[in-house]
């Protein structure tokens, strides 16, 4: 069974659930009941390591808090129409691209309009400011027409959309109320891997529900294109659960709940949270413009593994490789070439790779950068103007013998001819036929097409060949494949 990530339905309330309530007492059928044995002595208290004394209370930061959560309903419409008669997405039973003499016959009716179907959705959020500012997800009130909150007091209000940040799934709400509890807002750069942290929110509509874990990770990134570095725990959040506060122990808000990790679509021990310091910038700048700038430099990078490190001369596995260079982006313009290793943002070291994508984004457009890159061998610094980020996606491209085979690679290439280098917008560049050994290990496959080898651009097979000769045990080529750009690295030895 796959996984995968959830956000905590927007149409939660779709799921349609009973939940049965179990005694705690379980009883065995089918067996002899086991004979009661008297104890002679009490039996001695746990000599734990960890006692119960250590064990944290949380009531009385819920007592102080716990006012501040919110619930949130909203109200929605999805559009539906279908053929009059048709049994949609049954096959042999009028499809659009249904072929069969059912769909044949159908398609003679003229389509007729379904009134639009009404949804309901539920999640959580928090009172941000005593005047009626509160914090949610973006998905909780994404394409909602009517958003209720609920406080702890009962009291209800209809809510107004002030913005909403899909790229970090924050939004915020505006409802006309005065003198509200609010909530504390901290500092997640100071959470420790292994600290306890609570949640409040409404799972399945059960509101303000308490749920406490520990920090499991911290600067997560998930394969969602968000430039968020989540915060992960063990805390349990399940539906209705999303746009819910994350507290640590002091009663302040590190991080709004968000996604589960999960084969069952229910809470399975893993889940992620937004930083609060990403959504405090988030919510500022949607208060004052309505809208989110987030800087770019115009690259794609992929994490520095083990063997690339080797390829790349560097001690350890760290920073960022740089696939691509998007054109006339910073990057190009501050000399960045594919192949570099960007090691150092501000003078700020690069560990992990997720690092580099969500503290550029976080920076306002104009802003200059120093960049320090690892270079065949050396590091070298680069100074760049970040541009403003967009939704538009550019996929840009940089810049013959016969077949050939390199024995110690695997690969059986061609140089490209020059329609091919025009249809897939490359200049040079050998296309694999085939491969074997080293290079199937690495998992290069037929119709890659190989555009560099240890940061040298390849022209001719014959090139490739001196350069594979040349290296020493491990070999990292920067390989096309449809519209992505990786760097893939070949183990000689």
């Given at each position: ?450 555009l560099s080898a240890n940061g040298k651009p390849i022209d001719s097979v014959k090139q490739l060949r001196d350069i594979t000769a040349k290296a020493d045990r ?20």
């Amino acid at each position: 069974m796959s996984l995968k990530f959830v956000r905590n339905p927007f149409a939660a309330a779709l799921l349609g659930a009973a939940v049965i309530g179990v005694p705690a007492t379980i009883f065995a059928m089918g067996h002899e009941a086991a004979p009661v044995v008297p104890v002679a002595a009490p039996i001695p208290q746990s000599t734990s390591v960890i006692g119960r004394a250590a064990l944290p209370d949380f009531s009385a930061m819920v007592r102080a808090y716990g006012p501040a959560v919110v619930n949130i309903t909203t109200k929605g419409l999805v559009k539906t129409s279908a053929r009059s008669g048709q049994l949609r997405g049954m096959p042999g039973f009028g499809d659009d691209d249904d072929d069969s003499p059912f769909g044949q016959f159908f398609r003679q009716f003229p389509q007729q309009q379904i009134p639009d179907s009404a949804v309901r959705g539920e999640g959580s959020g928090f009172i941000l400011g005593a005047d009626g500012i509160i914090l949610t997800n973006a998905h909780v009130v994404a394409d909602a027409k009517e958003v209720t909150v609920k406080l702890t007091d009962k009291r209800e209000f209809t809510a107004k959309v002030i913005g909403q940040d899909t790229k970090s799934d924050i939004a915020v709400l505006k409802i006309d109320a005065h003198d509200l509890p609010t909530v504390k807002v901290g500092d997640p750069s100071q959470l420790e891997v292994g600290e306890w942290v609570v949640a409040i929110g409404s799972p399945f509509g059960f509101e303000n529900s308490v749920t406490q874990g520990i920090v499991s990770a911290k600067g997560r990134t998930l394969p969602d294109g968000s430039y968020v570095p989540f915060l992960q725990t063990d805390v349990a959040i399940n539906p209705g659960n999303s746009g819910g506060p994350l507290f640590n122990l002091d009663g302040e808000v590190v991080g709004i709940n968000s996604q589960i990790y999960t084969r069952s679509g229910g809470f399975q021990g893993v889940s992620f949270s937004i930083p609060i310091d990403v959504a405090m910038n988030v919510t500022k700048q949607l208060q004052a413009t309505g809208h989110v700038s987030r800087g770019k430099l115009g690259v794609t990078i992929q994490a520095v593994t083990q063997d690339l490190a080797k390829s790349f001369g560097l001690d350890k596995p760290q920073g960022a490789l740089v696939s691509n260079v998007e054109k006339d982006s910073p990057a190009e313009r501050a000399g960045i070439e594919p192949g570099d290793v960007i090691v150092k943002l501000d003078g700020k070291t690069i560990d992990e790779t997720a690092e580099l994508p969500a503290a550029v984004a976080a920076m306002q457009p104009g802003s200059k950068i120093k960049l320090t890159v690892w270079r065949e061998g050396r590091e070298k610094e680069l100074s760049a103007k970040l541009d403003e980020m967009t939704d538009k996606q550019v996929a840009s491209a940089d810049e013959g013998d016969s077949a050939a085979a390199s024995g110690k690679l695997g690969m059986a290439v061609r140089p490209l001819t020059p329609d091919e280098q025009k249809q897939v917008e490359v200049k040079g560049g050998l296309l694999v036929q085939d491969v074997a050994a080293a290079a199937a290990e690495a998992g290069i496959r037929p119709g890659d097409i190989v555009l560099s080898a240890n940061g040298k651009p390849i022209d001719s097979v014959k090139q490739l060949r001196d350069i594979t000769a040349k290296a020493d045990r491990h070999i990292a080529l920067l390989i096309q494949r449809g519209e992505a750009r990786i760097f893939v690295p070949v183990d000689l030895s």
